[in-house]
T-cell receptor, first 108, second 119 residues
Framework: EIVMTQSPATLSVSPGERATLSCRAS??????LAWYQQKPGQAPRLLIY???TRATGIPARFSGRGSGTEFTLTIGSLQSEDFAVYSC??????????FGQGTKLEIK | EVQLVESGGLVVQPGGSLRLSCAAS????????MHWVRQAPGKGLERVSL????????FYADSVKGRFTISRDNSRNSLYLQMNSLRTEDTALYYC????????????RGQGTLVTVSS
């Protein structure tokens, strides 16, 4: 099973600033990496797939980079609605999809 | 519009059983592989099980293998998860989701269904 490790567990950032979240895979997942956003009481929402492609309707301030085992999600100029939990997920190893443990992005 | 409505979550004692259901609408259900994904309190997401569009193949996480059974009824646009020999660590919010082009898609309005295993 591919283990996905996210860092940091919690990130405190002020509105208007940039946030960078990291995700590491225990073995290469090529570019088959997705990012999800989850707010309290809501189901996860797909943000990024293919490591860097924004899903439909996702604002341009969300960007993803990386390949192999190292990935980042950057959110430029944080808006109030961006404070949430972000999870990465690999889908290279079908059917054994695995998620990271999540990074909580909170208001500083 | 895609809608996935989970139901069946309850408080159950360790060793007990429960059957979760997911009612799907807004898309051609029998075209899609479906998943159950859970989230324990304060923990990350865990993909529990999947079933292919025709029900011919299933997959289970090691943590539930031999205890949970996924099934579907394409005539009713419904997905199920039979959960037996429940453990306290199965306590979680359970979501159903559909797979499209290898990606897991949740219903943005989905609430999940809460399973609590406690004596």
């Amino acid at each position: 099973e591919i283990v996905m490790t996210q860092s940091p567990a919690t990130l405190s950032v002020s509105p208007g600033e940039r946030a960078t979240l990291s995700c590491r895979a225990s073995q290469s997942v090529t570019n088959k990496l997705a990012w999800y956003q989850q707010k309290p009481g809501q189901a996860p929402r797909l943000l990024i797939y293919g490591a860097s492609t924004r899903a439909t309707g996702i604002p341009a301030r969300f960007s993803g980079r990386g390949s192999g085992t190292e990935f980042t999600l950057t959110i430029g100029s944080l808006q109030s609605e961006d404070f949430a939990v972000y999870s990465c997920q690999q889908y290279n190893d079908w059917p054994s999809y695995t998620f990271g443990q999540g990074t909580k992005l909170e208001i500083k | 519009e895609v809608q996935l409505v989970e139901s069946g979550g309850l408080v159950v004692q360790p060793g007990g059983s429960l059957r979760l259901s997911c009612a799907a609408s807004g898309f051609t259900f029998d075209d899609y592989t479906m998943h159950w994904v859970r989230q324990a309190p304060g923990k990350g997401l865990e993909r529990v099980s999947l079933i292919t569009s025709d029900g011919g193949s299933t997959f289970y996480a090691d943590s539930v293998k031999g205890r949970f059974t996924i099934s579907r009824d394409n005539s009713r646009n419904s997905l199920y998860l039979q959960m037996n020999s429940l453990r306290t660590e199965d306590t979680a919010l359970y979501y159903c989701a559909k797979e499209r082009e290898q990606l897991i898609h949740f219903d943005s309005r989905g609430q999940g269904t809460l399973v609590t295993v406690s004596s």
